[in-house]
């Protein structure tokens, strides 16, 4: 199967700081995609097809990569943005998710 | 809107079967593959497998084969995860997602706790 490793697992990020969260994959993939979880909620899609916002997510995000190396960035953090992020990978059977990274507000 | 509503939270004893149920509304259940996923605190999120109500087609992750059915029942737009022999190790919050080339629709999740 292929494994998504994501990095960092932890960070924290003061308002207005560019993020970026990065996710390896084993295998080349097509596609990346993302979703954004807090606490007591379900996962939302977040960033789908690798660059691809979701419905409502805030501009400041966006999605790149492509084969092995994908990344999710922030331009400017706001506190709203503080969850933890994780990537999926849905080119080949089982889909598999990266372990996610919990990124905090400072 | 498109919506998924899970079934509530279920306490079970060790050796027991239960059935998780996922009800569609708001598109055509039978196009869309239906997605499981379990998540347990520090583990992340698992794909369990997916099926197309329609066809009845499925797909399991090889660690849930056994341990994992899903069926659906395309007269009631209901999806269901069986899950048999539960152990601690099934202490969890199972989700259901609608699958549209990405798992753009989320159930509120159901959360399984197993024990004695």
């Known amino acids: 199967q292929i494994v998504l490793t994501q990095s960092p697992a932890i960070m924290s990020a003061s308002p207005g700081e560019k993020v970026t969260i990065t996710c390896s994959a084993s295998?080349?993939?097509?596609?990346m995609h993302w979703f954004q979880q807090k606490p007591g909620t379900s996962p939302k899609l977040w960033i789908y097809?690798?660059?691809n916002l979701a419905s409502g997510v805030p501009a400041r995000f966006s999605g790149s990569g492509s084969g092995t190396s994908y990344s999710l960035t922030i331009s400017r953090m706001e506190a709203e943005d503080a969850a933890t992020y994780y990537c999926?990978?849905?080119?080949?059977?089982?889909?598999?998710f990266g372990g996610g990274t919990k990124l905090e507000i400072k | 809107q498109v919506q998924l509503q899970q079934s509530g939270a279920e306490l079970m004893k060790p050796g027991a079967s239960m059935k998780i149920s996922c009800k569609a509304s708001?598109?055509?259940?039978?196009?869309?593959?239906i997605e499981w996923v379990k998540q347990r605190p520090g583990h992340g999120l698992e794909w369990i497998g997916d099926?197309?109500?329609?066809?009845?087609?499925?797909n399991y992750n090889e660690k849930f084969k056994g341990k994992a059915t899903l069926t659906a029942d395309t007269s009631s737009n209901t999806a269901y995860m069986q899950l048999s022999s539960l152990t601690s190790e099934d202490s969890a919050v199972y989700y259901c997602?609608?699958?549209?080339?990405?798992?753009?629709?989320w159930g509120a999740g159901t959360t399984v706790t197993v024990s004695s």
């Open positions: 097809s690798t660059s």
């Open positions: 999926q990978q849905r080119t080949n059977y089982p889909w598999t």
């Open positions: 295998s080349s993939v097509s596609y």
């Open positions: 708001g598109y055509t259940f039978s196009s869309y593959w």
């Open positions: 099926l197309l109500p329609g066809s009845g087609n499925s």
């Open positions: 997602a609608r699958d549209d080339g990405y798992f753009d629709v």
